[in-house]
């Protein structure tokens, strides 16, 4: 009996990291024609610590902005404001900070996580239930992992698990690196909004690259198999 082909996992999306935000007017502008020109699964936002009122007013202020994109908002940490802001979930740093937030966003909310150092941590936020797993993000230090090390970590992990992973870029080769790696999300950030055409152009050249890293490597696949 032949055996069923595995369908080819889709093309990875955008997840698009948010400056830190203070006051959030600009991004509610600016947002949503950022959203209409690439597809973008997710916008983080990272919030400017402060006190948990002014917090939730910056959240419910972009979350139309997202929302209407059809894109999800989750909150960089702080998984105690997600339902109150009306995000759709957090991003936490850490097995500890996944575990402790879980009650509060399961079963309507996404947890996502991140900070996870060794392939036992990876697995243990899958089992745990995390809906997906970031793997490249800088640490407290700044410190983070090379490209080929990130890149090894998503060809692992796309391998042999269910939920989605996700690679941090830093440039567009990293992008196109994560994608061919076999990257479900590919997040994007500070480079984008540095970008001297601006984030538009940025996010619209890194959307067309991950797919034409994608599609090369789906070719080159199927010509070896």
Request: hydrophobic share 50%; net charge negative.
């Amino acid at each position: 009996m032949a055996t069923k082909p595995v369908p080819p996992r889709p093309v990875p999306r955008l997840y698009l990291a948010t400056p830190e935000v203070d006051d959030p007017a600009q991004l509610v502008a600016e947002l949503p024609d950022l959203l209409a020109a690439a597809d973008v699964a997710a916008v983080l936002v990272r919030l400017r610590e402060t006190d948990q009122r002014t917090m939730i007013s910056r959240i419910k202020a972009l979350v139309p902005a997202v929302q209407n994109a059809g894109a999800a908002l989750l909150v960089d940490g702080h998984p105690e404001i997600v339902a109150r802001a009306g995000a759709d979930g957090a991003h936490l740093t850490g097995i500890a900070a996944m575990e402790d937030a879980m009650p509060s966003l399961k079963p309507d909310r996404i947890a996502g996580i991140g900070g996870l150092a060794t392939r036992h941590d990876s697995m243990a936020a899958g089992e745990a239930g995390a809906d997906y797993v970031l793997f490249g993000e800088p640490d407290a230090k700044g410190a983070r992992p090379s490209t080929e090390a990130i890149a090894e970590r998503l060809e692992w992990w796309d391998e042999l698990f269910e939920p989605p992973c996700v690679g941090f870029a830093t440039s567009r080769a990293e992008a196109e690196q994560f994608a061919a790696a076999g990257a479900d999300f590919v997040l994007v950030g500070d480079f984008i909004w540095a970008d001297p055409r601006g984030a538009k152009a940025a996010l619209v050249e890194i959307g067309t690259a991950i797919a034409e890293a994608y599609a090369n490597t789906l070719g080159k696949a199927k010509a070896e198999g």
